[in-house]
């Protein structure tokens, strides 16, 4: 038989069905992760763009509504930042390294799983080894002549499941360590980003005659002048 024919005997009833259920979830996960960790969804330039022109007209309150009402990183650091600006620039940079690293530790879950999948693969292999080893020695042990053509299949299927398992945990390795740095590069970049917007937005609350940014997103109020 072809050399497809003869891995989809091999991997049988047992191990085809599994290989193929966790070669799904590994799909699964690659697709997800990459379309969570764009840098376009993460950091919009759009969103960068026109909340600093918010900022600098001094509508604080229509910039803490624009950060509220989008769901990108940038925007719900932003958002948990500025809902602690009142109370100092040091409590607004605390709450939004908190959040970004809730969103941080999300997305590292998901890419935990495919770290999973990456050593589960080889183990898989390895059953599937060790099962095809026990019918090649139970034939030997039938007595009479050995019959070289059954202990080359048994042996073939050993290494076929070997061969499933391995090709599982190669790409999983791959995109394991790809997404664990993309996390921790858009991480970084989210975060500067949001700590040059919110030191600009508190510099402009205290400017003269600057309306103060309030946390609940009530209408801003006048600060007093400079005497």
Not at 160 to 172: E, K, W, Y
Request: proline share 6%; charged share 15%.
């Amino acid at each position: 038989p072809s050399i497809i024919i003869h891995i989809i005997q091999s991997a049988g009833w047992v191990f085809g069905p599994i290989m193929l259920l966790v070669s799904v979830c590994l799909v699964a996960l690659v697709v997800l992760l990459a379309m969570d960790l764009r840098m376009s969804l993460c950091v919009p330039p759009g969103f960068v763009e026109e909340f600093t022109d918010t900022v600098n007209k001094r509508k604080f309150k229509e910039a803490f509504d624009l950060a509220r009402n989008d769901t990108s990183f940038l925007a719900r650091v932003l958002t948990a930042g500025m809902s602690r600006l009142q109370y100092g620039i040091d409590d607004a940079r605390d709450a939004s390294t908190n959040m970004l690293d809730s969103l941080k530790s999300d997305k590292e879950q998901k890419n935990n799983y495919v770290a999973v999948i990456g050593s589960l693969g080889p183990l898989l292999g390895l059953v599937g080894t060790v099962f095809g080893m026990i019918l090649a020695f139970m034939t030997l042990s039938a007595g009479g002549p050995p019959k070289p053509e059954q202990l080359a299949g048994d042996i073939s299927h050993a290494l076929v499941i070997t061969l499933l398992g391995i090709g599982l945990a190669v790409p999983a390795v791959f995109f394991n360590a790809f997404y664990k740095n993309r996390i921790t590069k858009l991480s970084m970049d989210t975060l500067h980003i949001a700590d040059d917007l919110l030191t600009q937005m508190y510099h402009n609350s205290k400017k003269p005659g600057a309306p103060t940014p309030s946390a609940a997103g009530a209408q801003p109020t006048a600060a007093p002048r400079q005497g």
